[in-house]
Every structure is written in structure tokens, then in C-alpha cells.
């Protein structure tokens, strides 16, 4: 990530946009003033969507930087996505939006809509490709939608050189999510310590 711009300030984050134009990505600076965790911290196993973050137990490297998260957050110190995530946009490759639409509002109370997206960032692990988080971002105020652990979210595309390779596939998603789906240990329980 060097093109990314750091910044002293935790509550400014660097949004990065247009990342697959011929003239390279442009970066986008927010403030988030308020982080609510919301349903953020609750696992769900979306079988229909091949969906799941539980985790395996309390014993891996996963749930401690889930823990390590959430203690920034309730702490109010927002430099973890400068730190430890990037922010990306979320390009809709003609599935994306919708199942990731589905995934979010799969047994919680939101109702996200295809409008909502413009107001919905990816943050990337720079450490652990396969974390994403996903959160709202309007005006000064962040709300955690939803954490992926496995890279089950959106089905990845393989780009190179700023072009498409080849596109995701839900059938490569359903595999990877038969090796998950067994996990049972809620994310609520790092709210619970």
C-alpha cells in the first residue's frame, strides 16, 4: 500500500476509490466522530448465502484481533484502521451488492438497501487478507455492519496489471464455506468478557 497517505489523526480514515481506473485509485478523506458496534459482534451462519463468521474457539489468532477490535472501539480510538486496516470501496460486479445485502441484514435488525451502499466501506486486514469489516459510514458517524473472518462476503476477482482476470465465483465461496460452517463460537462472547 504505498500510494496510501497516513495520517496523525485516528478519526480521519483514507478511503481508497476507482482503484481498477486506467489513471489509478483516487483516496477520499472521512472524520468518524462516533463508532457504534451495533450487530456487528454477533456471528451468523447464513447457509443460503454460504455465509458464516463464527469462530473456531477463543484460541486462535482470529478472535484475538477481534478482541483487539473491539477493544479499540470501545475505547474510542479509531487508528486501527489506519494501523492495522485499509478502507476500500465496494464495486458492484453485478452480484456483490445484493448478496452482501443479504449477508448484513440476515437475522438482525437493519434494513440495507442497494441505496445504503454509498455509504457502506470495506475495511481490509493489512495482516489477514481474508478479514474484512464492513461498515456504514454518514456524515461523522460509523456503524460495524459486519465482520467477515473468511473472505466469504464477496467472492474475490482476480485482477492484474488494473485489469479483470477473472471474475469471483460462488461456487469457489460455497467450498470455502463448507470448511467454516461447523465453527460455533460467537463473536458476542469478546462482548461478553
Same mark, same amino acid.
Given at each position: 500500500?504505498?500510494?496510501?497517505?497516513?495520517f496523525s489523526n485516528s478519526n480521519v480514515i483514507n478511503v481508497r476509490q476507482n482503484r481498477f481506473?486506467? =489513471?489509478?485509485?483516487?483516496?477520499? &478523506?472521512?472524520?468518524? %466522530?462516533?463508532?457504534?458496534?451495533?450487530?456487528? @459482534?454477533?456471528?451468523?451462519n447464513d447457509k443460503s448465502d454460504f455465509f458464516t463468521n463464527y469462530l473456531k474457539s477463543n484460541r486462535q489468532k482470529n478472535y484475538d484481533q477481534m478482541e483487539q477490535l473491539y477493544n479499540y472501539i470501545i475505547n %474510542? !480510538?479509531?487508528? @486501527?484502521?489506519?494501523? !492495522?486496516?485499509?478502507?476500500?470501496?465496494?464495486?458492484?460486479?453485478?452480484? $456483490?451488492f445484493d448478496r452482501l445485502i443479504s449477508i448484513i441484514?440476515?437475522?438482525? %435488525?437493519? %434494513?440495507i438497501k442497494k441505496k445504503d451502499m454509498l455509504h457502506i466501506y470495506k475495511l481490509k486486514n493489512k495482516n489477514n487478507? =481474508? *478479514?474484512h469489516?464492513? *461498515?456504514? &459510514? $454518514?456524515?461523522t458517524r460509523a456503524e460495524?455492519?459486519?465482520? !467477515? &473472518?473468511?473472505?466469504?462476503? *464477496?467472492?474475490?476477482?482476480?485482477w492484474s496489471n488494473g485489469r479483470l482476470v477473472r471474475r469471483?465465483?460462488?461456487?469457489?465461496?460455497?467450498?470455502?464455506?463448507?470448511? @467454516?460452517? *461447523? @465453527?460455533?463460537?460467537n463473536l458476542n462472547n469478546i462482548r461478553d468478557c
Open positions: 500500500m504505498k500510494n496510501m497517505l497516513r481506473s486506467e =489513471n489509478g485509485p483516487t483516496f477520499k &478523506l472521512e472524520n468518524i %466522530n462516533s463508532f457504534n458496534i451495533g450487530d456487528g @459482534f454477533e456471528s451468523k %474510542n !480510538d479509531y487508528s @486501527f484502521i489506519g494501523k !492495522d486496516y485499509y478502507c476500500d470501496e465496494i464495486y458492484d460486479n453485478g452480484m $456483490v441484514n440476515y437475522k438482525t %435488525n437493519l %434494513n487478507r =481474508n *478479514i469489516i464492513y *461498515i456504514s &459510514l $454518514v456524515k460495524l455492519l459486519l465482520i !467477515d &473472518l473468511y473472505h466469504l462476503s *464477496i467472492p474475490a476477482d482476480k469471483g465465483s460462488l461456487r469457489e465461496t460455497k467450498k470455502s464455506y463448507e470448511k @467454516f460452517k *461447523i @465453527f460455533n463460537y
